[in-house]
């Protein structure tokens, strides 16, 4: 892996998985035109309807917008959990929604962590275990459980490798989450309302973790949520409305300070 390979076009893309990046500086993130409508026989849900946006890399975005504006559904497609009905989604140039099945869990394993709202861990593996599965299924080898243990570590939980789903506080088992959304290093990190279900206290505790980790790691976030306070932190507010985008802000006094 660290060997680095000069990769020209002529090379195709799509089988090497150790394909450096080639385009450094495009948006990492492209977005055009996306719409998501669901169609029954009797009834039609135009849930996004024509976005358009790029994100570059390393940018902190919030995105912002009343319950049922389209966020959650913008970033299933973006980690490519669902499937665009019309539109183009390029990560690091490659368009995700041309792509298999196989091919999108590979883009997955190597460019994306998502930490979801119910914490979505899996209930009989431990807390070790969890964080390990992503970068198993992308092929690390045992090196990886000295990152784990060290992921898991930062987040407070060195005492409960061992433990079970059921067996930690909503808290801990988003800490867990956010040890493994970070464990392949994935340079795109999406978050959900990831403090949605925890309390006040503990959600506060969950973001500043998320934050820091993210300063360590460099990830460019998107992250959705309901408070202004965080997305004051943010580089940069998108804010939807019934499936459109109606603002994109730069938050200025950001830009030259730390975050
Ligand atoms: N699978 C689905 N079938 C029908 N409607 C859906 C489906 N998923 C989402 N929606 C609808 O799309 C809209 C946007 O949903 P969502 O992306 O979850 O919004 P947000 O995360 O901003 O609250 C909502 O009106 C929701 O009810
Ligand atoms: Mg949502």
Redesign the pocket.
């Known amino acids: 892996m660290s060997t680095a390979i000069i990769v020209t076009d002529v090379i195709p893309h799509t089988l090497d998985s150790r394909k450096p990046e080639t385009h450094i500086s495009n948006p990492i993130i492209q977005i055009k035109r996306l719409t998501r409508i669901?169609a029954t026989p009797t009834h039609r849900?135009d849930?996004l309807r024509g976005i358009d946006l790029e994100i570059p890399r390393g940018q902190f975005v919030a995105i912002m917008?009343p319950?049922?504006?389209?966020?959650?559904?913008l970033l299933g497609l973006l980690a490519g959990l669902d499937n665009a009905t019309d539109g183009q989604i390029l990560l690091d140039d490659v368009d995700i929604t041309r792509l298999s099945e196989d091919a999108m869990a590979e883009v997955r394993g190597r460019k994306i962590g998502f930490v979801f709202q119910s914490f979505q861990l899996i209930p009989t593996l431990t807390a070790e275990e969890n964080v390990l599965l992503p970068a198993e299924l992308a092929g690390a080898g045992p090196e990886v459980t000295g990152r784990a243990r060290e992921l898991l570590t930062r987040v407070g939980l060195a005492d409960r490798l061992d433990h079970y789903p059921v067996q930690l506080s909503g808290g801990e088992q988003q800490r867990v989450a956010l040890a493994r959304a970070f464990i392949t290093r994935p340079p795109i990190l999406f978050a959900d309302e990831p403090t949605g279900n925890l309390d006040g206290k503990t959600g506060q505790q969950v973001l500043e973790l998320l934050l820091e980790l993210n300063r360590l790691e460099g990830a460019t976030l998107v992250l959705v949520t309901h408070d202004p306070a965080l997305a004051a932190h943010a580089d940069r507010v998108i804010t939807?409305r019934d499936g459109l985008v109606v603002t994109d802000q730069m938050n200025t006094d950001q830009m030259n300070g730390p975050r």
């Open positions: 669901i849900v849930i917008g319950s049922g504006s389209g966020k959650s559904t939807l």
